[in-house]
């Protein structure tokens, strides 16, 4: 008999007093000096006497690589969903996260060289000892209560982001107190008491980069811009523009691939190597081809290689074809066998077919998709970052979604550019609001718009989700923590925050990422457009430039792509949900409805503004795609001027520095309207006609962060970085089977609750899990020296 228990596990962890968030600004510093091995912490230490104001901007900047204390921590609520399936349901669902949760541990070794290490270090201290015991070890060791947090924090941080740096924003977090006291906790642990040799090599590996803040290492990019490790060090763009037209020329995605060059006789060398269980290079039975082999290229050596991440990808296999004997319908057995064919073999085309399987399957119970998805965190934006979801339907608010995609055919000509550049056909998509059970990767996303490959997409349909439980916590607002809005405008701004961001992420995934056409010629010479016919409404010429062959829109415009795309997608919808049939479908009438779309248009110019905190302006380089791309939207809408939109600095009543950004909503329908309609032409122009040279010059023009103008976005990213608020983390409940039953764990909203959900995630074989971690860790690690 199937039984659904909710168990909670209380973990009472005594804490004490946690700084203010300015007090923090100002313990940041004095822990950098501390504990940090960058050169910058000695001169920020130094500088301590200086005047108040740029005392102020130092320890602020400095801030941004600590997770504060009182970040927020939220259970993500799955409970009822997982109430109402039946005993096949909760079976298949068990199997598909416990494939995502192995799988997402390769973003470990796909966001720095030590996140793996890392993690392995804090598997085995908790292991052994749970938070709440742990902290009688740090008090007898002298931490105090606000440095025990400290350290607890950072571990969930790091379970969150799976690595060390942020999911969001890509920049470099490390533990806020002191290196020589989170040595001496280590070496008080049991672990360490158990397997000193072990546990003091392992800290060597790790302890290092662990504290590092050398100007390097302080973000993820290409080259001497940050760190990656879908690239060996020595890779810079020109090698990874080489790379992709090698994979071009082969018809190979770079979506779950990874990059290594060496030097031979003076020669470069590459190896591209897939994520596989297989390792072996030759065709296997059921394939056709492996794709591997070497290769001359350009006058360069390239070898194409399988085996990355292999006994992770072994773990998502065997739970993939686990699920398969709890497939509710033939397309989810179809759609998972070639899931499991792909990581497998590492065949990206296995994945494609069960893509399409994946769209056939309409209004699932539990819906799911797992693979090397986004492109976010690849320097390049070409190679896929894992993830996985297991999330349950919601069926009311579905409905709303429901309506939207009936609506969508209507809507779709009200957009601004030409009906030839629309999609032929508007495929419709499945459209749902999932309560999440499981998302495995580096984090969790509000909507969802997948898959992300073009000729699916473009020809064969997707699907949207917008994941209700997470909105439902994430986008929560309270009052006080308000920063850069009017007085008057922050009591609607709480109370239609939630409902405006809703129809938003609808129309943003559906009509967004589900919009627009790419003009292609195909191997064959094929056109998807009539050359005669189609004009360019920038120029008022004949269309002159496309798609050609295996050319993507993330190989074709590659390191703005994601930023564009989802600018293009936020712009539609700005501009839709002015629609009032829009409104309607969502239940916002009358006043109602006009407080939403002012709310939406007011979040997203305020977005624009925190946006500055993910621009980096020693590399002049932006470390998340959509504050950029919202980044880029304020400044459309600044220039649209008539007072639409106005932003000022000024002193706050602390007397530090602060700025009010303020809309006329009486100019949304008229100023508002007309600047996004033109903008947003021109970003569908660009992409439908592949002119990367066009886009990337607009889209540059608008990213441009300087101390010019008629705003100091310069002086404003510090006031943003003063005043900013740390993302929340999410608890995720873990499944786990007794007897014919799955049972649901649930934790407690906390950072000893994250981190013991995920000691619980892994426990049936945690040993050799962390050494098949560290042994994939250990090959690579001479690839990251420059």
């Known amino acids: 008999m199937l039984r659904n228990i909710r168990i909670w596990k209380k973990l009472s962890t005594r804490m004490g007093f946690e700084p203010t968030r300015a007090e923090h600004n100002g313990l940041a510093v004095h822990r950098l000096n501390h504990s940090a091995t960058s050169s910058a912490a000695v ?35 799955c409970c009822e969903a997982f109430r109402l399936l039946s005993p096949r349901e909760r079976m298949y669902a068990h199997h598909l996260s416990r494939a995502a949760w192995y799988g997402g541990l390769a973003v470990l070794l796909q966001t720095s060289p030590e996140s793996a290490n890392i993690f392995v270090l804090l598997q085995r201290i908790f292991r052994k000892q749970t938070p709440a015991q742990l902290e009688q070890v740090a008090t007898a ?75 390097r290492q302080k973000q993820l990019g290409l080259g001497d811009k940050g760190i990656t490790t879908y690239f060996s060090g020595n890779c810079g763009l020109e090698d990874a523009e080489l790379a992709q037209k090698f994979l071009d020329s082969q018809n190979l995605s770079a979506y779950n691939t990874r990059l290594f060059k060496r030097e031979n006789g003076g020669k470069a060398c590459y190896e591209v190597r897939l994520a596989s269980a297989v390792q072996k290079d030759c065709a296997m039975d059921g394939e056709s081809d492996s794709h591997c082999g070497n290769f001359n290229f350009e006058e360069k050596e390239f070898t194409v290689k399988r085996g990355d991440y292999a006994p992770l990808m072994e773990k998502v296999s065997y739970y993939v074809q686990q699920a398969q004997a709890h497939a509710a319908n033939d397309n989810q057995k179809k759609m998972l066998e070639e899931y499991r064919r792909s990581f497998t073999f590492g065949s990206i085309e296995a994945h494609k077919e069960g893509s399409r399987y994946w769209i056939k399957d309409k209004g699932p119970i539990v819906e799911s998709y797992i693979g090397f998805i986004e492109s976010y965190r690849d320097p390049f934006g070409s190679r896929g970052e894992f993830e996985g979801f297991v999330a349950v339907v919601n069926k009311a608010m579905s409905e709303r979604f429901a309506k939207l995609v009936s609506s969508a055919e209507i809507l779709l000509p009200e957009l601004p550019w030409p009906r030839d550049f629309e999609k032929d ?6 459209f749902t609001s999932l309560d999440v059970l499981t998302f495995a990767g580096s984090g969790i996303p509000a909507g969802i718009n997948i898959p992300n490959y073009d000729d699916i997409r473009q020809s064969e349909g997707f699907k949207n989700v917008s994941l209700g439980n997470v909105l439902a916590v994430a986008y929560a607002t309270q009052k006080d923590k308000l920063t850069f809005l009017e007085e008057e405008d922050k009591d609607v701004y709480i109370k239609w925050k939630g409902p405006s961001f809703e129809v938003q992420v609808g129309l943003h995934e559906l009509l967004g990422h589900g919009s627009g056409k790419l003009f292609v010629q195909d191997d064959k010479g094929k056109f998807n457009f009539d050359q005669s016919k189609v004009i360019n409404p920038e120029t008022g010429e004949q269309v002159s430039s496309w798609y050609r062959g295996s050319e993507t829109w993330d190989s074709k415009f590659s390191t703005i792509a994601s930023s564009y795309e989802e600018c293009r997608a936020e712009c539609v919808g700005l501009y839709l949900c ?35 905190e993910f621009y980096t302006p020693e590399s002049k380089s932006w470390r998340q795609a959509h504050m950029q791309a919202r980044f880029v939207i304020l400044r459309v809408l600044l220039e649209a001027g008539e007072g639409l939109v106005g932003l000022e600095e000024m002193t706050g009543q602390d007397g530090r520095p602060d700025a009010r950004i303020t809309l006329d909503r009486s100019k949304i329908h008229t100023v508002g309207k007309n600047a996004i309609h033109r903008f947003l032409c021109k970003l569908q122009v660009f992409k439908s006609t592949a002119d990367v040279e066009g886009g990337r010059a607009l889209y540059d023009s608008y990213s441009a962060v300087s101390d010019g103008g008629s705003h100091n976005f310069l002086r404003l990213r510090e006031t943003v970085l003063l005043r900013k608020e740390a993302r929340k983390m999410f608890v995720q409940a873990n499944t786990r089977i007794n007897g014919d039953s799955v049972e649901l764990v649930e934790y407690e909203g906390s950072a000893a609750g994250l981190i013991r959900s995920f000691i619980e995630r892994f426990q049936e074989d945690a040993e050799q899990l962390e050494a098949d971690l560290l042994e994939l860790n250990k090959r690579d690690a001479p690839c990251w020296c420059c």
């Open 578 to 612: 002015l629609n009032q049939q829009v409104l309607s479908i969502f239940g916002h009438e009358g006043q109602d409805a006009e407080d939403v779309v002012y709310i939406n248009w007011l979040n997203m110019v305020r977005a624009g503004l925190l946006g500055l």
């Open 425 to 430: 056909i508007f495929l419709k998509p499945d």
């Open 141 to 215: 060791v002298g931490l105090s209560s606000e440095e025990y947090l400290a350290f607890l924090v950072y571990a969930a941080g790091l379970y969150a982001n799976m690595g060390n740096y942020k999911s969001f924003g890509d920049t470099k977090f490390i533990p806020n107190l002191p290196k020589d006291k989170l040595k001496a906790l280590v070496w008080a642990s049991q672990a360490f008491q158990d397997q000193p040799g072990e546990m003091e090599a392992l800290w060597n590996s790790c302890s290092c980069p662990l504290y590092s803040l050398e100007d």
């Open 43 to 77: 001169t920020v230490w130094r500088n301590c006497s200086s005047s108040p104001a740029v005392n102020l901007r130092l320890k602020m900047v400095d801030s941004q690589y600590y997770l504060p204390n009182d970040i927020g921590i939220a259970a993500l609520d």
